[in-house]
């Protein structure tokens, strides 16, 4: 009986060792890395990222990650949705065409012009920058709707002169990968 208490004793001692030796398989939504190829699957639609990030700090810190930004970007390049369009005729407006809770308000992209700048004639938009010939100045204005930065170039003399005989066009186009300066 005593040899048969210790072999218990030793069987469950083993069977013991081999639970805690164990590690627990660990949740998928707890690996980063998963987390984070879930999240860049997420509609580009304007409110997804800001949704997820009031989960919690971790899924807040995933979503503002500058490398997830790139990744999400990348991911959904061809299928952005269209926010709006400019309505040049009106002090240049922003008209939003998605529905709440996407819609971006009508003011959040719209310019408003000096009173001194005078007529403006709208020349296009390429790579998120609008460029606006501003007649009574003889300036170019290119423009950043998302961040309101504005850059006013002078037109040099000589290209004033041909401006009186034939029309003004132009185009604003960014260095490749860069999405910071004009």
């Known amino acids: 009986p005593a040899s048969a208490a210790a072999s218990v004793s030793e069987g469950e001692m083993t069977a013991s060792r081999h639970r805690h030796a164990r590690s627990p398989a660990v949740a998928p939504l707890d690996d980063d890395d998963l987390l984070s190829e879930i999240l860049v699957r997420l509609p580009p639609q304007p409110s997804s990222l ?14 503002s990650d500058p490398a997830f930004c790139r990744r999400f970007r ?21 008209i939003p065409t998605l529905e709440a809770p996407n819609r971006i308000p009508p003011g959040r992209f719209s310019l408003q012009l000096d009173h001194g700048d005078g007529d403006f004639m709208s020349l296009g938009c390429r790579h998120r920058l609008v460029l606006i010939y501003l007649t009574k100045r003889l300036q170019i204005l290119a423009w950043d709707p998302v961040t309101a930065d504005q850059h006013r170039l002078a037109i040099p003399p000589a290209v004033v002169a041909c401006a009186s005989k034939t029309p003004v066009n132009g185009a604003v186009l960014r260095a490749a990968g860069d999405v910071q300066h004009f």
Do not use: Q
């Not at 800001?50 to 979503?63: D, E, G, M, Q, T």
């Not at 991911?75 to 240049?92: Q, W, Y």
């Open 50 to 63: 800001p949704r997820a990030s009031l989960v919690c700090k971790r899924w807040r810190r995933l979503v």
């Open 74 to 94: 990348l991911r959904h390049r061809r299928s952005a949705p269209l926010l709006g369009f400019f309505d040049i005729f009106c002090n240049i407006s922003f």
